[in-house]
T-cell receptor, first 112, second 114 residues
Framework: EDQVTQSPEALRLQEGESSSLNCSYTVSGLRGLFWYRQDPGKGPEFLFTLYSAGEEKEKERLKATLTKKESFLHITAPKPEDSATYLCAVQEDGGSNYKLTFGKGTLLTVNP | NAGVTQTPKFRVLKTGQSMTLLCAQDMNHEYMYWYRQDPGMGLRLIHYSVGEGTTAKGEVPDGYNVSRLKKQNFLLGLESAAPSQTSVYFC?????????????FGPGTRLTVL
């Protein structure tokens, strides 16, 4: 069973059409949840870290939120340049707490 | 600062050949990591290092070796490449303690094993 599940696998939006991406996780204790953006042929680019339920972070048109079992990446009035794959990763508390477990990502396409 | 750099960017090997991928970071990070990314699999940790002279196995270490002789460099070696090692390899680095423990990734190396 996957520890980190992202949905949907792919999302197609029109420019300006707001939506949310979901990341659900099943680790017993969460040390941190990370969101990354990955453009084709590039490495993941860090967006946000969330550490505790109720925490929110914002950057331009993106807002990340965290509950005890999932995180949402809200995209408000997206632009074509927001098209990318968005990756979620969790870091489990205790033991080898450096390790990131990644989801498979959500491919976002924003059409003009 | 260049951040995390990787060489080479692309490489094609024949089965059984060996090669070394180089990762360098200029952020004075203690931790460094090697991941592979395959379609439909997500990023998976191969090996990692918590400091100069240390290495440890990650989730998928078989067929790979690593060395960290200098704090800023982390090398990934394939002694006898297999087609199953065709993948995109990413290096990452981080500080060890919160809230500075975000992992920063390099641009990747695309490896094809024929």
């Amino acid at each position: 069973e996957d520890q980190v599940t992202q949905s949907p696998e792919a999302l197609r939006l029109q420019e300006g059409e707001s939506s949310s991406l979901n990341c659900s996780y099943t680790v017993s204790g969460l040390r941190g949840l990370f969101w990354y953006r990955q453009d084709p042929g590039k490495g993941p680019e860090f967006l946000f870290t969330l550490y505790s339920a109720g925490e929110e972070k914002e950057k331009e048109r993106l807002k990340a939120t965290l509950t005890k079992k999932e995180s949402f990446l809200h995209i408000t009035a997206p632009k074509p340049e927001d098209s990318a794959t968005y990756l979620c990763a969790v870091q489990e508390d205790g033991g080898s707490n450096y390790k990131l477990t990644f989801g498979k990502g959500t491919l976002l396409t924003v059409n003009p | 600062n260049a951040g995390v750099t990787q060489t080479p960017k692309f490489r094609v090997l024949k089965t059984g050949q060996s090669m070394t991928l180089l990762c360098a970071q200029d952020m004075n990070h203690e931790y460094m990591y090697w991941y592979r990314q395959d379609p439909g699999m997500g990023l998976r940790l191969i090996h990692y290092s918590v400091g100069e002279g240390t290495t440890a196995k990650g989730e998928v270490p078989d067929g790979y070796n690593v060395s960290r002789l200098k704090k800023q460099n982390f090398l990934l070696g394939l002694e006898s490449a297999a087609p199953s090692q065709t993948s995109v390899y990413f290096c990452a680095s981080s500080y060890s303690t919160r809230p500075l423990d975000t992992q920063y990734f390099g641009p990747g190396t695309r490896l094809t094993v024929l």
